[in-house]
Nanobody, 126 residues
């Protein structure tokens, strides 16, 4: 599956952005989707993930209550709604997908995802 992330940009603190992750090539509904973020010189951190059906979602503590992940399998697209953005949310955001994730603990591990998008820059100014 090929993934295309979009929707990044520059926003003031307290603002919002909506990222999209559009998939092509294979049956999107078979894949769990995760969002990760990375700043230069640091590891790629888990942000949120959603099961293939959309029934289960997972969030990093730092974004709970502010970010919401969703998916529309008919459109082959997953979304990340980011509200109340903070300067520390500044990073490159990557979407990832995999069809073999079965356990809750696996959703937050970058190594469990076999497919990655190219990343989209999110910059939050103070």
């Amino acid at each position: 599956v090929q993934l295309q992330a979009s929707g990044g940009g520059v926003v003031q603190a307290g603002g919002f952005l909506r990222l999209s992750c559009e998939a092509s090539g294979r049956t999107f509904s078979n894949y769990a989707v995760g969002w990760f973020r990375q700043v230069p010189g640091k590891e790629r951190d888990f942000v949120t993930a959603i099961s293939w059906s959309g029934d289960s979602t997972f969030y990093a503590d730092s974004v709970k209550g502010r970010f919401t992940i969703s998916r529309d399998n008919a459109k082959n697209t997953a979304y990340l709604q980011m509200n109340s953005l903070k300067p520390e949310d500044t990073a490159i955001y990557y979407c990832a997908a995999d069809s073999t994730i079965n356990y809750s603990a696996s959703y937050s591990r970058p190594s469990r995802y076999g497919y990655w998008g190219q990343g989209t820059q999110v910059t939050v100014s103070s």
